[in-house]
């Protein structure tokens, strides 16, 4: 017979400690064994093992019996050697560049439809304009990365010409093509790892693109700068119509007040000259 304890935390120290009468863990003889770390009888501490695992000849090490590799999880089921092949989704890779580019051309629309509303004149809409022209220059210009793509037409992007020039195009056989034939080539056209950091965070036109419009999106950004200017420019435009409301109003006040003393004088007059009327009737009568 065996008993088999299982901690419930990966990597977590094993303590075993005897109750005050029973001294059962003594009788199953697991208490003071080869590897205890705590010298108090009655009382054993056990630090777990960890897994060891070789990957393409590296040596690597972990808590649990999971392992998680440039960004791929490994779960390993038990000892012996298996020969893992990891390849890239080429349909989520071609979903994702189409929604890129469905996005750019949204954004394209959007500034289109605000400069067309705007007058020429509004700041506003050259703003807009220099954000359109910076995001396009990002996207024609060559990506300085290791590989042996650089541009966005090497991998089936381009821009339309006609009605819809400026908008992104995407031939996808082109794109599916260059996937199966150098996928890193191409993927690093949109991001890569320049600091071999395991992330692809700093290389690309995603990672450029990204940064270029936090310039504008940020909360102290160009557009939060001009988005205050605007408020502060708003503020003072209704602090303005308060203060000619104000004026106006007591100009009405003094006006009317005017108007009513006008109209009291007029009465009194009116009221005098008929009672001076009334006295020359009688005068004349008499």
Known sequence: DEIIMTSKVDGQDIVLKNDTTSGFLDAIHILDATGDQDGDPGKSTYIPAQSTVVVNGTTMHTDGNTLTISGTTFTFLSTGTSTVKVEPDHDKIVSAVGSMVYAYNAAVDTINQVREAETTSASGSTMLTRILTGMRSLLIQEVDNPYSYHYITDIGLSFSRGESRGKLELDETKLRSNLSTDTDSTVSIFSYDSDSNGLRD??????????????????????????????DSITQTQNQIQRKEDYFSKRRDILIETLVKMQTVLQQLEYNYTQAQAYQINFIKS
Not at 209 to 225: D, P
């Open 202 to 231: 700093n290389g690309g036109i995603a990672n450029v693109m990204k940064n270029y419009l936090y310039e504008y999106t940020r909360a102290t950004g160009f557009i939060g700068q001009r988005q205050e200017t605007i408020s």
